[in-house]
């Protein structure tokens, strides 16, 4: 069965980094597209970058552009985001995202096909 599992949460301060990881299993990792979502206490889960099953398209929410990197290793079918210049309001549980269907975008959740368990990203300020 298809597993995404996430790593690389943490507490960090405003201004610093961190880098989150998503180890897939239990599909063809190289035909989905894979994402990332966050959602804070209280809101909905919001998109917030995805990458394509070619490794060559990558797109983001408006309020990560310039700050956060999303990457995939088809090797190790991994999913990386990789954060800086954090901010308090970046502060959400984090979520991996495997598309639900082939050679297709995912932009929201209604795009995904199988989530992560989440792992927690606190900014303080």
């Known amino acids: 069965q298809v597993q995404l599992v996430e790593s690389g949460g943490g507490l960090v301060q405003a201004g610093g980094s961190l880098r989150l990881s998503c180890a897939a299993s239990?599909?063809?990792?190289?035909?989905?597209?894979m994402g990332w979502f966050r959602q804070a206490p209280g809101k909905e889960r919001e998109f917030v970058a995805t990458i394509r099953w070619t490794g060559g398209g990558t797109y983001y929410a408006d309020t990560v552009k310039g700050r956060f990197t999303v990457s995939r290793d088809g090797a190790k079918t991994t999913v990386s985001l990789e954060m800086s210049s954090l901010k308090p309001e970046d502060t959400a549980v984090y979520y991996c995202a495997a598309g639900r269907q082939v050679f297709r975008d995912l932009r929201t959740p209604s795009d995904v096909g199988s989530w992560g368990q989440g792992t927690q990203v606190t900014v303080s300020s």
């Open positions: 239990g599909f063809t990792f190289s035909r989905y597209a």
